[in-house]
């Protein structure tokens, strides 16, 4: 979470030290009457009414933005009224406490086996995975697992002398970047390289020696929304194993295409139907449709995950076995997840992601057809698009454009490209469930009526948004 280091340095620090209550509410505050100011940054001596306290609270969030209108978000935002209520009837649910809720840990068991299956893990039945808060979470367990693996193949020199490091592309979520640092493994990127926003084959296998711990390829890209060639790069990993007996696991970073492939994509050979591929991981909350935060990680098989990662806990009664980062973690998501398999299938997974395709490939289509606009990716493998403007636009840039359409509620973040590709700032839109055909002709029809005035702009105001986060 964001680290707040006390008020100072706040954008809004001359804010009042009082929060302000609508003496109307003054009758609901028994201790400091209709006058009463509690302190806004301050722990107040006494209790008020809930009704006051939820009305100032409530009003404050009521400024946040429009999260339908974030077009910047992969994580979900719409879910329909039922799945809303199983979420509030499961809130007291702890999901370390298995004992305690035996149906919550058995509703988990059952979403594991059932991306086993989508995944086309060799056998479902035996398959190891847990849900996790997201897939940052899950991208360090499937991290670990590789580091752990590596240094029991390495007994003698690791920790002594060798360092693990661990190959990707320079288009990595900053997951990725954070469990390199944070276990100390080197992050070797591949960068990108004219119009390769990903990672490449090849170049993976030449950055592996004795000490990677393994290859991440993602599925698909936060950065374009493109599919890496997950199969392409085992086959070079195949290749570097035959001519110097390396043998390098993949991760499958599926935290938006896992969701997505299975359903629209069957041809596409990228999960555990590749041997090399040991593990992957999703967001729940992305293309698996549930509001935040739930992930996914899965193992090919119990060996893929060393044993001495599994931890067993008596406190609560039991010793289910548990790999997780966290302890406590709220239980309505893993909830809802399983809702959301039972109430759609697979047959009414494939129409939603289908639907939310059709709409990414259509505003793509169109956002070119205004003629201001490059397209780097037009929706078609992740419902996410990123575009730049055209050759020859000189009055404005991307961030120009991001910024104007923030004016009309819509957040469409600009960004620049990471190594070799520093030079490209793009825009980049992220299709949703519940992002309909209808919201989508509204944004169109904004960028739209913006791009006059921004074509008749002297030169482009700069960059104002400085630093976007995927
Ligand atoms: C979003 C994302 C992550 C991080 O997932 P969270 O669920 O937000 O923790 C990791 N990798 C990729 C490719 C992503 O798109």
Redesign the pocket.
Known sequence: MALHKGTRGRRDREERPEISINPLYGEANPVSGMTGKPPRRRLPDEPMAATTAYQFVHDELMLDGNARQNLAT??TTWMEPQAGKLMSDCRDKNMIDKDEYPRTAELERRCVVMLAHLWHAPDPDTVVGCST?????A?MLAGMAFKRRWAQRNPVSYPATARPNLIMGTN??V?WEKFCNFWEVEARQVPMEGNRFHLDPQAAAELCDENTIGVVT?LG??FDGSYEPVAEVCRALDDLQERTGLDIPVHV?G??GAMIAPFLDQDLVWDFQLPRVASINT?G??YGLVYPGV?WALWRTSDALPEDLVFRVDYLGGDMPTFSLNFSRPGAQVAAQYYTFVRLGREGFRAVQQNTRDVARSLAERIEAFGDFTMLSRGDELPVFAFTTAEGVGTFDVYDVSRRLRERGWLVPAYTFPPNREDLSVLRVVCRNGFSEDLADLFLNDLESLLPELRSQPAPLGKVVKAFH?
């Open positions: 992969f994580v808060t997201g897939s940052s979470e991208c990595v979520q997951c993602i890209s936060t970073d935290a938006s967001s909350h992305k992930g995927h």
